[in-house]
């Protein structure tokens, strides 16, 4: 089945510095890519929807500057936090939308804890 | 808005079938339902899905309505791994994302 990797699993950094964080699909192209984020014993909620060639799409109240996503590959999209701080520690999730397309799943990486110090 | 409803938690004896409710009573014809359920500090893994009739495959069964204004989705022998939260989520046919709702923390015991 289709697979999603993300890298690193885990991140620690101190107040102020970036963090990048990728996600690829492994034996799949993935036009698309969308970037989650949950906060301990919450939902998933939905960032941003990452486009293959073009600027990605933010849900209201993400943003833009400050979680920069760049999907210069059919197989790569990166979330950069920009300046984090520890409010933006998460647990921060993406997933592809299969290559069958229509009404078919998507898949999920297993995620990055992203700690902020 | 949230399109779906589930119980908040539920518990389910080792070797027993689970059984996990689902409401979506404002369901549209063109909405299918999704299960993924995902454990803790995991991404979410995707288990089943179907429009209006039951589906199985080797993970679970999906249960529709004949009014597909609710599903069950069932794990026939329930094991210790299946310990997760279950999210039931209605998604537009061919749109894209996902949003997710609370989901059931289910507890599997032995």
């Known amino acids: 089945g289709a697979v999603v990797s993300q890298h690193p699993s885990w991140v620690i950094c101190k107040s102020g510095t970036s963090v990048k964080i990728e996600c690829r699909s492994l034996d799949f192209q993935a036009t698309t890519m969308f970037w989650y984020r949950q906060f301990p014993k919450q939902s998933l909620m939905l960032m941003a929807t990452s486009n293959e060639g073009s600027k990605?799409?933010?849900?209201?109240?993400?943003?833009?500057?400050?979680?920069?996503?760049?999907?210069a590959s059919l197989t790569l999209s990166t979330l950069t936090v920009t300046s984090a701080h520890p409010e933006d520690s998460s647990f921060y999730i993406c997933s592809a939308k299969s290559p069958r397309g229509g009404n078919s799943p998507l898949h999920f990486g297993n995620g990055t804890r992203l700690t902020v110090t | 808005d949230a399109k779906t409803t589930q119980p908040t938690s539920m518990d389910c004896a080792e070797g027993r079938a689970a059984n996990l409710p689902c409401n979506h009573s404002t369901i549209?014809?063109?909405?299918?339902?999704?299960?993924?359920?995902?454990?803790?500090?995991?991404?979410?893994?995707?288990?089943?899905?179907?429009?209006?009739?039951?589906?199985?495959?080797?993970?679970?069964?999906?249960?529709i309505t004949e009014d597909r204004k609710s599903s069950t989705l069932i794990l026939p022998h329930a094991t210790l791994r299946d310990t997760a939260v279950y999210y039931c989520i209605v998604r537009e046919t061919g749109a894209n994302n996902l949003f997710f709702g609370t989901g059931t923390r289910l507890t599997v015991i032995p």
Do not use: C
């Not at chain 1, 990605?56 to 999907?71: M, P, R």
């Not at chain 2, 500090?41 to 249960?63: D, R, V, W």
């Open chain 2, 28 to 63: 549209s014809g063109n909405e299918y339902v999704y299960w993924y359920r995902q454990i803790h500090s995991q991404g979410p893994q995707y288990i089943i899905h179907g429009l209006k009739n039951n589906e199985t495959n080797e993970m679970a069964s999906l249960i």
């Open chain 1, 56 to 71: 990605a799409t933010y849900e209201q109240g993400v943003e833009k500057d400050k979680f920069l996503i760049n999907h």
